[in-house]
C-alpha cells in the first residue's frame, strides 16, 4: 500500500506545554491505524491536525505527496466522526445522512442513491423517516458515520466514537467498523486509549506517550515485542523485572538464569525482562525455576488470576489450575515467553502487581471516561 498521509517533526504546544514532540509516521491507504494512548497523550490533537482542525506550531503534513498543513479542514478529502456525534436532531435519519450531498448541490436522485446505500451498509435501512433523537448510541453512530462516508472521503477520522456505549454494544460496533472499513476500502484513523479495542481492529498500532511515539506496529509485534516498560504495560498485563543480559540468549533475572530468544545486547548490560501472565506455568515448588507465595487468587471465567510474591516482587500469572491463597508455587517460563527490552525512562515504573486488584482497575478505567 502507497503512503497516504505523512508526518514529518510535528510539534504542538498550548500555554507552553509540548502535547506533541517531533512526531513522525506515515499511513498507508486503505489502513486501519489506531492512535492508542492514555489521557493526555496527544493523540486527540495529533488527529485534530491531521484533521485540520488544528494548525502544528512546526513540522509537515503531506496527503498524497502534497503539502497541506495550511488547508482548511473543509477543503481537505478527510472526514471526521467525533464522540459526540454532532446530528442535527431537527432533520431525521435520511436528511442527516443527505447533509454533506445536499451542500454540494448533488441531484435528488443521486442522494437517494447513495443514501440509501449508505442506510444498507451500516443497517439501518428502514429507519429512513425515524428522528436521530429517538434512536441508541448505537445507532446514532451508524447514522453519523454514514454521512461522514457517504460523501467518499479518502480518510475517515475516529476520535473516540464508542467512548459512549456500553460495553456489549462497544465490542459489536467495533466488528461493525472494522468490517465498514474493510468494505468499502478507504483509510481508517482510530483514536482511542482501549487496548482491546486498539488489537482487534487495527492493522497498525502507533502507542503514544507524554507526546511522542512510544512503537509502531502490528497488533500482533506491538503485544509480543514491545519496546519498552510503558508499551509492555499499557498493551495487556505484563510482569517486568530487572535483568542482566549474560550473553545472547542468556539473560539473568530474579536470581536465576533463563534461557531466551533474544540477542543483540551487550555483555552483562542491564534490561527490563517481560513475561506475560498466561506465559507463566504453576509447578510444583521442587520442579519450578522460580518459588513464591500465592497472595491472592481471582477467577476470571476462563482463567484465574493468581498474584505471587517471588522475592519481594508481585508477579501476575493467569493459569486454568487453582492455586489456593498462601501456597507456595513453582513457576515454569519457556525462552520464546521472556522478552527482553533495553532500559528506559519507563523502567521500574512498571510491572509489579504489589497494588493491583479489580477496584483499581475499575478506578483507572473511570477516570478514563471522565477525562474523554
Same mark, same amino acid.
Given at each position: ?29 486503505? =489502513? ?41 479542514a473543509h477543503k481537505r478529502n478527510i472526514n471526521t466522526v467525533f464522540q459526540k456525534y454532532a446530528l442535527f436532531p431537527h432533520l431525521n435519519v435520511y436528511e442527516n445522512i443527505a447533509f454533506p ?17 449508505? /442506510? ?46 456500553? /460495553? ?28 482491546? =479495542? ?171 471516561? =471522565? =477525562?474523554?
Amino acid at each position: 500500500m502507497a503512503k497516504l498521509i505523512e508526518l514529518n517533526g510535528i510539534s504542538k504546544s498550548f500555554d507552553g506545554e509540548k502535547v506533541l514532540d517531533s512526531i513522525n509516521f506515515y499511513i498507508r491507504d486503505g =489502513e486501519f491505524v489506531t492512535l492508542l494512548g492514555p489521557s493526555g497523550c496527544g493523540k486527540t490533537t495529533l488527529l485534530r491536525i491531521i484533521g485540520g482542525f488544528e494548525t502544528a506550531d512546526e513540522g509537515n503534513l503531506y496527503f498524497d505527496g502534497v503539502e497541506i498543513s495550511d488547508v482548511p479542514a473543509h477543503k481537505r478529502n478527510i472526514n471526521t466522526v467525533f464522540q459526540k456525534y454532532a446530528l442535527f436532531p431537527h432533520l431525521n435519519v435520511y436528511e442527516n445522512i443527505a447533509f454533506p450531498l445536499r451542500l454540494k448541490k448533488i441531484s435528488e436522485e443521486d442522494i437517494q442513491t447513495r443514501v440509501r446505500d449508505m /442506510l444498507g451498509m451500516v443497517k439501518l435501512s428502514g429507519f429512513e423517516n425515524k428522528s436521530v433523537s429517538t434512536l441508541s448510541g448505537g445507532q446514532q453512530q451508524r447514522v453519523a458515520i454514514a454521512r461522514a462516508l457517504i460523501s467518499h472521503p479518502k480518510v475517515l477520522l475516529l476520535d473516540e466514537p464508542l467512548g459512549a456505549l456500553d /460495553l456489549k454494544l462497544r465490542k459489536d460496533m467495533q466488528n461493525e467498523l472494522k468490517s465498514i472499513q474493510q468494505k468499502i476500502g478507504i483509510t481508517f484513523v482510530y483514536v482511542t486509549h482501549d487496548q482491546e =479495542e486498539a488489537l482487534s481492529m487495527s492493522d497498525t498500532i502507533a502507542v503514544m506517550a507524554e507526546g511522542e511515539i512510544q512503537q509502531i506496529g502490528t497488533p500482533t509485534d506491538i503485544y509480543n515485542e514491545p519496546k519498552n516498560a510503558f508499551v509492555a504495560d499499557f498493551i495487556g498485563e505484563s510482569n517486568i523485572v530487572d535483568g542482566i543480559m549474560l550473553e545472547d540468549n542468556r539473560v539473568k533475572f530474579s536470581g536465576h538464569i533463563f534461557d531466551c530468544v533474544d540477542g543483540g545486547f551487550g555483555e552483562n548490560e542491564a534490561v527490563d525482562v517481560v513475561v506475560r501472565p498466561e506465559d507463566v506455568d504453576v509447578v510444583a515448588p521442587e520442579a519450578g525455576m522460580l518459588t513464591g507465595k500465592v497472595t491472592s487468587v481471582t477467577f476470571k471465567g476462563v482463567h484465574y488470576e493468581i498474584i505471587v510474591d517471588i522475592r519481594g516482587f508481585k508477579w501476575m500469572i493467569q493459569s486454568t489450575d487453582y492455586v489456593s491463597p498462601e501456597a507456595t508455587i513453582g513457576i515454569y517460563i519457556e525462552p520464546d515467553a521472556i522478552h527482553i527490552m533495553k532500559k528506559s525512562k519507563y523502567s521500574g515504573m512498571f510491572g509489579d502487581y504489589s497494588s493491583f486488584s479489580d477496584e483499581m482497575d475499575r478506578l483507572s478505567d473511570a477516570d478514563a471516561a =471522565e =477525562e474523554f
